[in-house]
């Protein structure tokens, strides 16, 4: 079953010819691994290295696959990794019909049917008929589901979580965590989350990797 | 990838055109330009140049107006930052940066001009009550011998620009840890900010600093309006050389531009030299620890020299626009005894062609700067960092090298290729000068854009151009507008370039404006230099406006 899933295949990323990740795991479909830290450790430099976006002061080598196939020499745009960040990072300057719009795949042809998928999409997060709203005027917890939304209407292969659920309040975060990972259950996703809360880790229910912790 | 081009094309923009203008320079100021009869390389046109009547005078003229506009405008630069930095004040003058910094320098000449001149507005003002006159008095204020009027008008225009750079430069400094800091050991506002503020600012602003000198020590337009004419300024008499229909004349003139580039490189080594004079001294008062915590004077005198330049810039605009209707207009009336349009109907039929050549080629040149400066960023974001020193000094060469030492070479070029006076050519030079500042307005938003808003759509699916359409354009539309704005008014406020590349066949507002200085019809001036002022401004406009109404739905993206 190694196929399925992301498998991350003996990722190494130095900084200056110091290594701070090392890393081999599996992550089946609907699964977390959750990876935890110190801030400064490199969680957020394996994200980046798995999503294609790594900076080039990094040296990193390594391969991972999705559902067996080698994404690591594609471009970013072609790995298909939603990420959800720390923030919503709405794009302020489309409504949140837009945003989803943006994110839909362009294999969904017709006007009706990319709408309908974005109505279908924003009802899976309890915002039905927002379609037109500014994200400015939306609650922080409203961001949060519509960036959610929009990240899986892009039909992505896997997530990337870069600890997603710190800056919402208790009760938000809580529900926010149970939508995320009853989400990506739903459709199979395997996530990788990066995070410094133990209650993030226990929510995932997956395993866990420390990472940088010796110092 | 396409975005290789950026460095490439701005790296050749800047250096190529100075080098090549600078060697069409040399080669004649050697006697060599075959075109001319110039075959052997000799020294006859340095001897013809010492035979000059006062060109000693006209380039220690020169010199003196490069250290001295300089030293006056980074004075108060700094002492207005060092009171008022952080308060409220502060704040207003930075929202009139930007309609300060887009007059055109021959605008603001001529607003200076209109206000200090004896029949200008101020004497009419106190006349006849204060000082008696019935008619304008015969002093020398504009034109005078000293420079004085000319490193006046020079000042009012690079204060704007010093304390733009000032700005730029200060949010690494640190100022509100680094003032709460020196303020707890007990030093006063400036003392503070001098000791322990400025060695950090200084160095980052030293290259514009350098540019004022270069500017001020080498220019035509201004001193053309402002400046003394017996002798006038060195780069003034190089102009008339090198435009003088006996075409033998340009020997000389390209000897006297490598006269021209030993006066603004010895204003600058003398500059070197005053900075660790300066250095020196701040430090002895620093290590002594002279606290100087009464400086109210010096806080007082800041805001109010800082005050007085702008207003001589807005309240000589109003006269400038108020001469261009004026009717009859008697010394010493305040305002005009009657109005008419009659100043405007006459001229506007010869703007005609010259606002055409001043907004194809400010149109042009922003454009190409813009999209030249976005590539070379985004070439930054690929290779994962800013560029070196050494190539992020040569943004400023166009600025450090005095124009009239490489546009006389250039101009030559241009001749020689059968370009002159066409309008690529025109593009092409004034590209040369509007890409510094369309890069350096551009890299500090570009920066400050999340990239994260990036990856995020790259996670989506979307390739890079998709993302730069969809997503940064539109995020930073309205800085990369603004930059453009500033490029537009850098365009329309060129003399030099527009004169020597334009070769009197292309003409815009500024080089008619500049023309008309000598004639001396205030009607005529007042609608000139108005619509030098107005196109900068229609610019601003329009790079506010249409961001502001095409995200008007968006409240994030109103600023």
């Known amino acids: 079953m190694k196929d399925a899933g992301l498998f991350i295949d003996g990722v190494r990323i130095a900084l200056a010819g110091r290594e701070i990740v090392s890393l081999t795991r599996h992550v089946a479909p609907g699964a977390v691994l959750t990876v935890m830290g110190p801030s400064g450790a490199g969680k957020s430099t394996l994200l980046a290295f798995i999503g294609g976006f790594l900076d080039p002061v990094f040296s990193a080598s390594g391969r991972f696959f999705i559902d067996g196939q080698d994404i690591s020499a594609l471009p970013a745009e072609e790995r298909h990794m939603g990420i959800l960040f720390q923030d919503p990072l709405l794009f302020p300057h489309m409504s949140v019909g837009g945003n989803l719009l943006f994110a839909l795949p362009a294999a969904i042809r017709g006007r009706t049917a990319r709408k309908r998928q974005v109505e279908e999409a924003l009802q899976g997060v309890d915002l039905e008929g927002m379609e037109a709203r500014d994200p400015a005027t939306l609650s922080g917890g409203q961001k949060a589901r519509v960036a959610l939304a929009r990240v899986l209407a892009a039909h992505p292969r896997a997530l990337l979580l870069d600890e997603p659920f710190s800056k919402l309040d208790a009760a938000l975060r809580q529900q926010m965590r149970e939508l995320v990972f009853a989400k990506a259950r739903e459709r199979g996703l395997p996530v990788l989350l990066v995070t410094h809360d133990e209650a993030d880790a226990a929510a995932a229910g997956g395993d866990i990797v420390t990472i940088g912790g010796t110092e | ?559």
Not at chain 2, 23 to 48: E, I
Request: proline share 7%; hydrophobic share 60%.
């Open chain 2, 1 to 559: 990838m396409l975005t290789r081009l950026g460095p490439v094309l701005a790296i050749g923009l800047l250096t190529l055109p100075v080098a090549f203008g600078l060697a069409g320079t040399v080669l004649p100021a050697f006697g060599y330009l075959p075109a001319l009869g110039g075959k052997h390389f000799s020294l006859d046109p340095f001897a013809v140049l010492a035979t000059e009547p006062a060109l000693f005078a006209s380039a220690g003229m020169s010199l003196v107006a490069g250290l001295g506009t300089a030293l006056v405008s980074l004075t108060v630069v700094m002492l207005f930052t060092a009171a008022w930095v952080g308060t409220p004040a502060f704040r207003r003058m930075e929202r009139l940066l930007s309609p300060l910094l887009s007059v055109p320098h021959a605008a603001a000449a001529f607003a200076l001009a209109f206000l200090i001149a004896p029949s200008g507005l101020v004497a009419r003002i106190v006349s006849p009550e204060l000082t008696g006159w019935q008619r304008p008095p015969d002093i020398l204020i504009v034109n005078d011998p000293m420079g004085l009027s000319m490193m006046a008008g020079l000042v009012v225009k690079e204060i704007p620009f010093l304390l733009l750079m000032t700005l730029a430069a200060l949010p690494q400094a640190r100022p509100v840890r680094t003032r709460a800091l020196v303020a707890s050991m007990g030093y006063g506002r400036v003392a503070g900010f001098v000791f322990g503020l400025w060695p950090v600012i200084y160095p980052q602003i030293r290259l514009p600093v350098f540019a004022v000198i270069a500017f001020a020590s080498s220019v035509v337009d201004v001193a053309a309006i402002l400046g003394p004419t017996a002798p006038a300024p060195l780069a003034v008499r190089l102009v008339g050389w090198m435009s003088d229909p006996d075409l033998s004349m340009r020997f000389l003139a390209s000897a006297g531009a490598l006269l021209q580039l030993v006066v603004t490189a010895l204003a600058i080594a003398i500059w070197i030299g005053l900075e660790k004079a300066a250095t020196g001294l701040r430090d002895r008062f620093a290590f002594a620890g002279v606290r100087l915590r009464c400086d109210g004077m010096v806080r007082a005198g800041a805001l109010a020299m800082m005050l007085t330049s702008a207003a001589i810039i807005f309240a000589g605009l109003a006269a400038l626009a108020l001469w261009s209707v004026a009717g009859l207009w008697p010394f010493p009336d305040a305002m005009p005894a009657s109005y008419s349009l009659r100043t405007w109907m006459r001229a506007l039929p010869q703007l005609r062609d010259p606002m055409l050549t001043t907004l194809a080629a400010a149109f042009a040149s922003s454009a190409v700067a813009v999209v030249i400066a976005i590539l070379c960023l985004a070439h930054e974001d690929r290779m994962g960092h800013a560029p070196g020193r050494w190539a992020f000094s040569l943004i400023y060469l166009p600025l450090l090298v005095p124009q009239v030492a490489f546009l006389f070479g250039l101009q030559l070029l241009f001749v020689l290729a059968g370009v002159e006076a066409t309008m690529p050519a025109l593009m092409l030079a004034h590209l040369v000068f509007v890409l510094p500042y369309a890069y350096l307005g551009l890299k500090d938003p570009w920066r400050a854009f999340d990239r994260r808003y990036d990856q995020l759509a790259a996670g989506l699916g979307k390739r890079a151009w998709l993302r730069f359409l969809h997503i940064r354009l539109p995020m930073l539309a309205r800085p990369i507008l603004a930059v453009m704005a500033v490029g537009f008014a850098v365009s329309v406020g060129l003399y030099l370039p527009t004169v020597l590349i334009g070769a009197g066949r292309l003409t815009t507002v500024t080089t008619e404006a500049v023309a008309l200085a000598s004639g001396g019809n205030r009607r005529v001036i007042g609608v000139y230099a108005f619509m030098q002022m107005f196109l900068p401004v229609l610019g601003f406009a329009v790079a506010t406006l249409v961001p502001a109404l095409i995200f008007r739905r968006f409240r994030d993206m109103q600023y």
